[in-house]
């Protein structure tokens, strides 16, 4: 199998970006990569909004985007709160500038202009990183493991954001794992629908009718429904104990 990430999966990426025509060449090199770009932020406001609504897996972020707050700003916002691995991307280079970035935890650090097989490299070793990472983090954080235990042996990882289903990591969607984030923060907890509307999908109008059809696909998907629904309430998730 090849180590070329790029080969064997298409990645969302997230350009942010306060110069349009740079953007677009950023855009351009990526399509060229076979990858898909999940938005284009000109500003700090619409990265956050944008990843908040799509999570990209990965952002390339420019450091200075001429507004109050910054690329690094943005940067540590996506790796506080959604994990997303960051790439910087800037026009000039100094020991200050660097270690602030280094703050964010970036995977990788690219001067402009960068060259379409530099861009690659950055890209495949960020997402190796990162999957890495991961994919180890069950075992790096067993003693903070936060377990909801659900019915037909399924349990629920709070700390990495995993379903298990007889022990094996059910995959979910991104607004499934959302569904799940906000209904077992609180465990047992009832939260109102429009709560859970706003934080899965952060639409200005509210539409119960897309918040019932996802956790109905979500239930037929693994075959029972981890969810109880209140009537004129909300919902809140069915729980066996915690940490059994």
């Known amino acids: 199998m090849s180590n070329n990430l790029l080969a064997n999966k298409n990645f969302d990426v997230l350009i942010v970006e306060d110069e349009p025509i740079l953007a677009m060449a950023m855009e351009l090199k990526l399509k060229k990569l076979g990858l898909n770009v ?30 109050k707050k910054t690329g690094i700003d943005v940067a540590n916002y996506l790796w506080k709160n959604f994990n997303i691995p960051i790439i910087f991307l800037t026009s000039y280079y100094n020991d200050n500038i660097l270690n602030q970035a280094m703050e964010a935890e970036p995977y990788a650090y690219l001067i402009k202009p960068c060259r379409d097989e530099e861009l690659k490299v950055a890209i495949n070793t960020a997402m190796h990183k990162h999957q890495f990472f991961f994919k180890n983090k069950k075992v790096l954080t067993k003693e903070k493991s936060d377990f909801i235990y659900l019915e037909n042996s399924a349990k629920y990882d709070k700390t990495t954001s995993e379903l298990y289903i007889n022990d094996e990591v059910f995959k979910l969607t991104k607004n499934e794992r959302k569904l799940f984030e906000i209904l077992t923060k609180d465990a047992g907890k009832v939260i109102s629908f429009d709560t859970i509307f706003n934080f899965i999908w952060r639409e200005d109008v ?9 956790i109905y696909r979500l239930k037929n998907k693994i075959g029972f429904n981890p969810f109880e629904n209140l009537y004129e309430e909300g919902y809140r998730v069915k729980i066996v104990g915690k940490n059994l």
Request: charged share 15%.
């Open 38 to 67: 999940s938005g284009i932020a000109t500003s700090p406001e619409h990265a956050i909004l944008n990843a908040q609504n799509t999570y990209p897996d990965i952002a390339i972020i420019d450091i200075n985007l001429n507004a």
């Open 206 to 214: 509210y539409d119960l009718s897309k918040l019932r059809s996802l």
